[in-house]
């Protein structure tokens, strides 16, 4: 009987993680073999500057090598995503308060504000914690091409026409599930008491 990939990849991350708490050095390579091209590309997205992804990617490294003895991440891949994601912020908050620069982190926020905000701010009505936990619900809810089209969209920053294009659907069917997503996760979380 074979390993489905998914378990051969967590297995493969535990074998990383187990690496960093042994604190072998080459724990990094195999990170950067492994996730190297994924970090790269979401601190892309934020930043859209070569020379500050492979920075973000060297910080990113540095960061997971210096937390893992005392944290044990149950999704290694979620893990370095969202430090890099982490790193990438910092690096885009410290460019914009020298200058204005383009990125698709700009472009997806203020499309998001746009559909959810109001005069109340999310955080007046409830803990971040309990309206993550409803949109995490909302797009468990979702079928696999929305899951997808979110995630790529709000999570990975990635351009419409590039999803659109793994989709191998229109830009246009894009925007318009997005749109379909958007309003409701609206409905959603005005359902569960938070009114945007």
């Known amino acids: 009987m074979s390993i489905p990939e ?39 997205n934020v930043l859209c500057d070569a020379q500050d992804c492979e920075e973000c990617q060297n910080d990113t490294y540095l960061r997971v090598w210096n937390a893992i ?12 995503v969202r430090a890099v994601k982490r790193v990438a912020l910092d690096r885009y908050k410290e460019k914009s ?13 203020e499309e998001l504000k746009r559909s959810i905000s109001s005069g109340v701010t999310v955080e007046e009505e409830y803990d971040a914690k ?20 979110f995630i790529d969209r709000y999570y990975m920053l990635e351009p419409v026409e590039r999803t659109a294009a793994e989709l191998q659907i229109s830009v246009q069917t894009a925007y318009r599930e997005i ?4 309003r409701g996760l609206k409905r959603y979380l005005e359902k569960n008491g938070v009114y945007v």
């Open 97 to 109: 308060r020298q200058k204005r620069i383009p990125s698709q982190l700009t472009v997806s926020i």
């Open 179 to 182: 749109e379909k997503i958007k």
């Open 6 to 44: 998914n378990q051969k990849a967590a297995a493969e991350d535990e074998q990383i993680v187990e690496m960093y708490w042994q604190r072998n050095p080459d724990a990094i390579q195999e990170t950067d073999q492994k996730y190297g091209h994924l970090l790269w590309t979401v601190a892309y």
């Open 69 to 80: 003895p005392s944290t044990r991440p149950t999704s290694f891949a979620a893990y370095v």
């Open 130 to 149: 309990e309206v993550s936990q409803m949109i995490t619900d909302y797009i468990s809810s979702l079928n696999d091409r929305q899951q997808y089209i």
